[in-house]
C-alpha cells in the first residue's frame, strides 16, 4: 500500500478545521475547492468546501470536505481515528500538544509497551488523533 489518507467530513465548518489543522503541521493546502466552483451545486451551499487536501509528509495528506446538506448532519468524530507517525519525541509532543489546543488529552505521551512514545487525544472538532513515535525506527 503507498499511502492512507484519511478524510474527514464536517457540518459546515471544515475551513475552519483545516485552517486550524494547517496552522499545527506548519503545511499549505495543495487543493482547497469550494461547492461554488463546481458546475452543479445545491443553492445556498457555494461557500462550502467541497475538497481540502493538506500534506502531511512524503504521500501522505489528510483530506476533508463540508458535507453536503442533502446527506443530512453527520455525527462527529467516534468511528475512527487519524493515526499520525511521528519522527521524533519532540516532533510526537509538538503535535500533540498542538492539537489538543481546546480539545480533549484522553492518554498523555508517554513510553508505551509496543517500545514506542504515544498519545491519544480529541481535538476541538471531535477527531480523534493517535500520535507514536516507534522507537525502533531510530538509527
Not at 500534506?55 to 483530506?63: A, E, I, M, R, Y
Not at 488529552?105 to 472538532?125: E, V
Request: contains cysteine; negative net charge.
Amino acid at each position: 500500500m503507498a499511502a492512507v489518507n484519511p478524510y474527514l467530513n464536517f457540518n459546515g465548518n471544515c475551513e475552519e478545521a483545516f485552517n486550524f489543522y494547517k496552522a499545527v503541521f506548519g503545511k499549505e493546502f495543495q487543493t482547497f475547492t469550494r461547492f461554488g466552483e463546481m458546475e452543479h451545486r445545491a443553492e445556498g451551499e457555494e461557500n462550502k468546501v467541497m475538497h481540502v487536501a493538506l500534506p502531511l509528509g512524503k504521500d501522505s495528506f489528510l483530506f476533508g470536505s463540508d458535507r453536503p446538506g442533502a446527506y443530512g448532519k453527520g455525527t462527529l468524530g467516534d468511528l475512527f481515528f487519524v493515526a499520525i507517525a511521528a519522527e521524533s519525541e519532540a516532533e510526537a509532543d509538538n503535535l500533540f500538544k498542538g492539537l489538543s489546543e481546546g480539545g480533549q488529552p484522553t492518554m498523555p505521551m508517554n513510553k508505551a509497551p509496543w517500545n514506542a512514545y504515544f498519545g491519544m487525544l480529541t481535538d476541538q472538532y471531535g477527531v480523534s488523533w493517535l500520535i507514536n513515535y516507534d522507537y525502533a525506527q531510530k538509527g
